[in-house]
């Protein structure tokens, strides 16, 4: 026989034991007993159960994951379809365009939390630390949560130190930390409800607290929040729920900082609290504030946009004109060569995954060019892992970003970028 039991060991402990016997019989066939082995498998059958809840976790990850993109690209679609009527006045346009902002800033959203839960699971992100302000890394990180607060009507408190205090900290993920608790307490509360981000120093260490009103955490559930594709088991209900990464994102840089974080709740229904625990540093320098206007563009750049997806290009040139460049645009790698060899440019925005030639083999031959030395090249590229940027630079690349680019960010960059190749 074979059999697989649950067992109360000797110490009052459940255990599992995979029992194997055979019979003993005599020579005349009479029954004698059995003779066996009964192995402790209580680690195998935990393992097993582990997998299987991974697996089932990733299951419903997937089916999230194609959820959450449909539903940016269903407007998207619908815009595309009214940008083809006559009848679209100005202020219909001005909605139209607001709305493809918003459900890319969405979709990228959703794609840089996946990409930085992967570097920070194969200890590939790295923290750029700056001296900042408590005050002013709070107020960055609320104004990017508040569309979700104010969606759903919630009140806001924000309780600071009455004196300043200053942090060793990555300003982008120490604000990407903080609006992925409150907008995690916004899509957890009902509409209506209230949301309270405290911060106190003590001995330095800043201790900061997002507190809700929502739905809580049954003691089951505080075990496993902060693992990959954990939801609360009402999320699907709710049409912003997510992908199941947030917590486990903020875990991971709270821990590149230094620093501790735990949850807390009265139970269903009753709210929850998430506490984050951080080195502090109560004196310091100011920080440095750059006045926009150092970012002004260079005026008369010529521009090269190079990229296999026609459409891309199109749009990135007619964004480029109308901030006032002289653009043209390339769809292969040898049409960029032999574009840059007529036109010069100023810059270069190249998409590295071209077939043919990539991005890689035509930033080398550029810098191999005369006329390419002093050009500034810009990787624009779906591919942002370190090793990719790593080898952007090692092909001659001054920049790499990431697709989707803000506009914004990607002409403050052009314009630095010329700003510095004009004072050479």
Do not use: C
Not at 65 to 80: F, I, Q, S, T
Not at 137 to 144: C, G, I, K, S, Y
Not at 307 to 328: I, S, W
């Amino acid at each position: 026989f074979h059999a697989r039991a649950r067992v109360r060991h000797v110490s009052g402990d459940w255990r599992w034991l995979d029992s194997t016997g055979v019979p003993r019989l005599t020579d005349g066939g009479e029954y004698l007993g059995h003779v066996g082995i009964s192995p402790d498998v209580t680690a195998l059958v935990s393992a097993e159960q582990a997998l299987k809840e991974a697996d089932r976790r990733k299951d419903v990850f997937l089916a999230t994951l194609a959820h959450e993109l449909r539903n940016p690209l269903a407007p998207v679609r619908n815009a595309a379809a009214l940008l083809r009527s006559p009848q679209l006045d100005a202020a219909r346009l001005q909605q139209v365009r607001q709305i493809v902002e918003r459900q890319v800033a969405h979709m990228s959203w959703l794609l840089d939390d996946l990409l930085d839960v992967a570097r920070i699971t194969q200890g590939k992100l790295v923290l750029k630390r700056e001296r900042g302000a408590l005050a002013a890394l709070v107020d960055a990180a609320v104004e990017a949560a508040r569309p979700a607060i104010e969606r759903k009507r919630h009140v806001l408190t924000v309780r600071l130190p009455d004196r300043e205090v200053w942090l060793d900290v990555d300003p982008v993920r120490f604000a990407q930390i903080v609006t992925n608790l409150l907008t995690n307490a916004a899509k957890y509360t009902d509409p209506g409800g209230r949301i309270v981000l405290s911060a106190e120093s003590r001995r330095g260490v800043l201790t900061l607290a997002v507190r809700d009103s929502g739905v809580g955490l049954a003691p089951e559930a505080l075990a496993r929040i902060f693992s990959m594709f954990s939801q609360v088991e009402d999320a699907v209900n709710r049409s912003e729920g997510g992908l199941g990464i947030g917590l486990a994102l903020v875990r991971g840089l709270v821990e590149l900082h230094g620093g501790r974080i735990h949850a807390r709740s009265d139970g269903p229904g009753r709210g929850s609290e998430f506490v984050v625990s951080l080195p502090a540093a109560l004196e310091g320098p100011a920080p440095t504030v750059r006045d926009p206007a150092e970012r002004a563009r260079a005026a008369g750049g010529r521009v090269l946009v190079v990229d296999d997806n026609q459409d891309a290009a199109a749009t990135l040139a007619l964004l480029l004109e109308l901030a006032g460049y002289d653009v043209r645009t390339a769809h292969s790698g040898r049409l960029a060569l032999a574009e840059g060899a007529a036109f010069r440019p100023d810059a270069i925005l190249l998409d590295i995954g071209m077939p043919g030639m990539n991005g890689y083999e035509v930033a080398a031959r550029v810098r191999d060019e005369p006329w390419g030395k002093a050009t500034a090249l810009v990787a624009l590229t779906g591919w942002g892992q370190a090793e990719d940027k790593q080898r952007a630079r090692a092909a001659g690349f001054d920049h790499h970003l990431t697709k989707p680019v803000d506009p914004d960010a990607l002409g403050a960059l052009l314009a630095g970028a010329l700003q510095a190749r004009a004072a050479r």
